[in-house]
């Protein structure tokens, strides 16, 4: 059973940092992609990011671009999200997500199929 399990989120003020983790168990994950998605209160889910299962592609949504930085380290079957320069706008649940087969499409929602729990990201303005 494939499990992905989110943490590192919590209460930061604008301007800070955090750096997100998420482990996941059940399967090799080293050929699959995975992906942070977010979703803020009264919005719709959004891809923040999303890495290839070998970290050759890397996908950021515009509005984290440049700011957020997507890793995996292949060898704890982990993905990273740092999370610099936060914004207020930045607020939301963040969600852990990987797919069923060695597609590398980091950028196609539907093909991810597990999701963690979700972890609270509160910036504070």
């Known amino acids: 059973q494939v499990q992905l399990v989110e943490s590192g989120g919590g209460l930061v003020q604008a301007g800070g940092s955090l750096t997100l983790s998420c482990a996941a168990a059940g399967r090799t994950f080293s050929n699959l992609a995975m992906a942070w998605f977010r979703q803020a209160p009264g919005k719709e889910r959004e891809l923040a990011a999303g890495?290839?299962?070998?970290?050759?592609?890397?996908y950021y949504a515009d509005s984290v671009k440049g700011r957020f930085t997507i890793s995996r380290d292949n060898a704890k079957n982990t993905v990273y999200l740092q999370m610099n320069s936060l914004k207020p706008k930045d607020t939301a649940i963040y969600y852990c997500a990987t797919q069923s087969r060695a597609w590398d499409d980091v950028r196609s929602e539907k093909k991810y199929t597990y999701w963690g729990q979700g972890t609270q990201v509160t910036v504070s303005s």
């Open positions: 890495i290839s299962g070998g970290s050759a592609i890397i």
